[in-house]
């Protein structure tokens, strides 16, 4: 049997020339590239999560402080009764042609008219031509 | 436990010294880095392989000396380091490509055979191909006690196993080695 104590120990196992020279200068390197990514995800973490939060609270203090909208024309309108309204046009100078000249009606509007008009009743009619004195 | 020598405990007292952590870090990879080289190219026999492991292995040592106790030798806490990273570079390797051991082993062997920066005469050869039959954690052994003349205390100190069970697998391997060289 061949004994392995016969064998005389001896590193059968190279390197490429200077490789111990240079390993210690490429672990540093590895080790400053690795202190540098780890960098980048701090100021990513505070891009990711910094920035939404920050425009949150921008989005909330504006809101906060925001003024109470005038109120618009439509809004004034809406909360005027339909009879005082016609009781104003009764007894006002402007002219049909006036008031349709101040309206401006696009097809939805238009639609929505014609609508109303299909679905009047005999006796809408009649009440519209009795208003109007035909 | 042993305390450390006085050269690792200047190399500490350096490395944990924020204004000379990196020249004390340098220096310890330059007492280090052929130990750990020359015991991780043995359990992974290319030189690539090899190369990338010992720099992930000073890498882990950079990141964790900081928390090194100084109740032990340095060398056996950076032999740990390295021993462990090799035998998960094998399991890795076993997992990744579904392979036995014996594979892992056949590949191992046709390195040998065929790398550039491998020498020595048919019995060296021989010798390393019989190491490649170990299971890999009887292979570290061998050669922490057959080739870096490490005692059986400080192989129990590295790898975390008794000594009467390294004594074993140390004389285990060598019959199953000499019965291989026999044939």
């Known amino acids: 049997m061949k004994k392995l104590e016969d064998i005389p120990k001896k590193e059968i196992f190279k390197v490429p020339d200077d490789y111990f020279d240079k390993l210690p200068g490429v672990i540093q390197s590895r080790i400053a590239a690795d ?3 780890h960098a ?21 203090v504006i809101l906060f402080f925001k003024p109470e909208p005038a109120d618009s024309a439509e809004s004034i309108l809406t909360s005027i009764e339909t009879q005082d309204l016609v009781a104003y046009l009764d007894e006002t100078d402007i002219s049909t042609d006036e008031l349709l000249d101040e ?18 009743g005999d006796q809408d009619l009649e009440d519209i031509a009795d208003d109007l004195d035909l | 436990m042993t305390a450390p020598s006085l ?24 007492a280090y880095q052929q130990r ?21 292995v000073f890498i882990k040592i950079h990141k964790s000396i900081e928390n090194f106790r100084e109740d032990s030798l340095l060398y056996t806490w950076i032999y740990r380091i390295a021993t462990n990273e090799c035998l998960n570079f094998l399991q890795r390797k076993k997992r990744r490509f579904f392979l036995p051991i014996g594979d892992v082993g056949r590949e191992l062997t046709s390195k ?3 790398s550039p920066h491998v020498s020595g005469d048919e019995i060296q050869l021989k010798l390393q191909k019989a190491l490649l039959k170990l299971p890999d954690k009887q292979r570290v052994v061998f050669n922490m006690k057959y080739y870096d003349d ?3 205390e400080e192989i129990a100190e590295i790898t975390g196993t008794s000594v009467g069970a ?6 285990h391997a060598v019959k199953k080695i000499e019965d291989y060289l026999t044939q």
Do not use: C, W
């Open chain 1, 103 to 120: 309206v401006t009606l696009d097809q939805l509007d238009a639609e929505q008219i014609e609508d109303a008009v299909f679905d009047l």
């Open chain 2, 150 to 152: 490490l005692s059986y």
């Open chain 1, 40 to 60: 980048i995800p701090v100021f990513r973490t505070v891009l990711q999560y910094g920035i939404p939060s920050l425009a949150v609270v921008v989005i909330a």
């Open chain 2, 7 to 30: 050269e690792d405990h200047e190399l500490l007292s350096k490395i944990k010294n924020p204004e000379t952590r990196n020249y004390g870090f340098n220096l310890l990879v330059r």
């Open chain 2, 36 to 56: 750990v080289y020359g015991h991780v190219r043995k359990m992974v026999i290319d030189h690539e392989d090899a190369d990338d492991i010992t720099q992930e």
């Open chain 1, 35 to 37: 202190k540098d990514r």
């Open chain 2, 166 to 171: 390294l004594k074993a697998s140390y004389h």
């Open chain 2, 112 to 114: 040998l055979d065929n």
